[in-house]
């Protein structure tokens, strides 16, 4: 019995043991994983809006190295076309256009801004692809605008041709689409161009003005800012007529988002449903007594569509006193009512030979 006793009284000290040193494990794990979590926070699926709450502005990505797409003006205030996205889902989110901030951003740097809730949203910066699709946080919501991939050169006197610039040196950024659509090009039409690749748009750019290459390739709103704001004593630089490939500029959330991605997508769809149906900055009042289904679910004359998004119902009429629709948005920001006097082509509307489109709001 005694021998019995003393077998008992070891096991216990050991279970004792053995309790301790499980707690100590599973504390230091937990430690890790805060400490970790601290690091890098992730987005909870399907967040929805509530990052955004919390900070009381929404995040958007961009490129900001240009004075076309997004700029601050002489007086601090953001200018652009990409930032007139940002002021529009700031109306729709909180009823006034100036609660969102502007995050400047690389490609190879999306996924993990979205991932760790940097941004909320991403204009353009990479193209949709499979690779895009299945080694990115970043998916596709829509279209803002198309682009075209076109060639800014130092020019040639009598140049009537691409075979005028055959053997040149090409500057362009490494490791983009636009790299693999000049290689395509280059092959196809065996102009011999030489390759000078950076890691930035800005690298290239400046390499071009400095005369290290003579044509320099990237999508034509971006090179359009180097032709209106060259620098003094650059006065050779124009934008030559040949198109590479004609490409969407597509807004970006995270994929596991899907509340924020509707919310993106119907936003926007407003804006080009607005220019569909006549609705313009001038003419917002005359249409509030509408009796349409969908003009009345657009404007928030009936509440219960808007609310179901969790925005504020009138939000469209306040942006669109203050920015117009879809078609007033571009000449205002790229068109024939701004300084860069971009056409709209593949910007219109389907129905003016566009390729933009609009669903309604039934």
């Known amino acids: 019995m005694p021998y019995i006793t003393v077998i008992f009284r070891y096991n216990n000290r050991m279970v004792k043991k053995m309790k301790l040193k499980l707690c100590l494990c599973l504390t230091l794990c937990a430690i890790i994983a805060g400490t970790a979590n601290a690091a890098a926070p992730r987005l909870s699926k399907n967040a929805g809006l509530q990052y955004i709450n919390t900070r009381g502005k929404i995040y958007c990505g961009t490129e900001t190295g240009n004075k076309i797409l997004a700029y601050q003006d002489k007086k601090g205030q953001w200018q652009g076309m990409d930032v007139e996205l940002c002021k529009l889902l700031s109306t729709a989110i909180f009823g006034r256009s100036d609660k969102f901030q502007m995050v400047p951003l690389a490609a190879n740097q999306v996924s993990n801004a979205l991932y760790t809730n940097k941004i ?79 890691p930035t748009i800005r690298d290239a750019k400046n390499a071009f003005l400095l005369d290290r290459c003579q044509l320099f390739t990237g999508n034509s709103m971006i090179l359009r800012d180097v032709v209106v704001n060259s620098p003094a004593g650059v006065s050779d630089v124009e934008m030559l007529p040949e198109t590479i490939t004609v490409r969407p500029v597509y807004i970006y959330a995270d994929k596991d988002n899907t509340t924020l991605k509707s919310i993106i997508k119907w936003a926007v769809n407003a804006v080009k449903q607005a220019e569909e149906i006549g609705l313009t900055s001038k003419n917002v009042n005359i249409n509030l007594t509408s009796t349409d289904p969908s003009t009345r679910n657009l404007l928030g004359l009936d509440e219960q569509l808007w609310n179901r998004f969790k925005l504020t119902p009138n939000w469209l009429q306040t942006y669109l006193k203050e920015s117009g629709n879809y078609g007033e948005i571009f000449e205002n920001n790229l068109g024939e009512n701004s300084r860069f006097k971009i056409k709209r082509n593949e910007n219109k509307l389907v129905k003016d030979q566009g390729l933009m489109f609009s669903s309604p709001f039934i």
Request: glycine share 4%; aromatic share 12%; hydrophobic share 40%.
């Open 120 to 198: 909320d949203v991403m204009i353009g910066g990479l193209p949709y692809s499979a690779t895009t699709e299945m080694s990115t946080r970043a998916a596709p919501v829509d279209v803002w605008y198309y682009d075209r991939q076109v060639f800014l050169a130092h020019a040639l006197k009598d140049a009537t041709s691409m075979e005028a610039y055959k053997g040149s040196k090409v500057c362009v950024v490494n490791n983009t689409d636009d790299l693999a659509k000049l290689k395509v090009y280059n092959d196809r039409y065996q102009l011999d161009f030489s390759m000078l690749t950076f």
